[in-house]
């Protein structure tokens, strides 16, 4: 069974910093890509950024320059520095993780961790 964990959200002032952290444990046999995701109420999951397993990454136009996501392969785990944070960046953020290929391809969801920006 696969688990991601986040951690890493809180409270912060407009302009203010934070670096989520998204752990995957279980059993497996290597990720795909991954990706973070944030959501607000009575809204759709919006697509923040994704890094593949090559560390490529593509951030959403709404945060690039101020959110920067990254991996480290060692460790299972998928990080997103937000900086210049905004009263509209304020959410829960989950992360995803691809594992898989082909007909096989799964995807795997966080609890989500809670952002909010003040302002």
């Known amino acids: 069974q696969v688990q991601l964990v986040e951690s890493g959200g809180g409270l912060v002032q407009a302009g203010g910093s934070l670096r989520l952290s998204c752990a995957v444990s279980?059993?497996?046999?290597?990720?795909?890509?991954m990706g973070w995701y944030r959501q607000t109420p009575g809204k759709t999951r919006e697509w923040v950024a994704t890094i593949t397993s090559g560390s490529s990454t593509n951030h959403a136009d709404s945060v690039k320059g101020r959110f920067t996501i990254s991996r480290d392969n060692a460790k299972n785990t998928v990080y997103l520095q937000m900086n210049s944070l905004k009263p509209e960046d304020t959410a829960v953020y989950y992360c995803?993780?691809?594992?898989?290929?082909?007909?096989?391809?799964?995807?795997?969801w966080g609890q989500g961790t809670q952002v909010t920006v003040s302002s």
């Open positions: 995803n993780a691809e594992m898989g290929t082909g007909l096989r391809i799964r995807h795997y």
């Open positions: 279980g059993t497996f046999f290597s990720i795909n890509a």
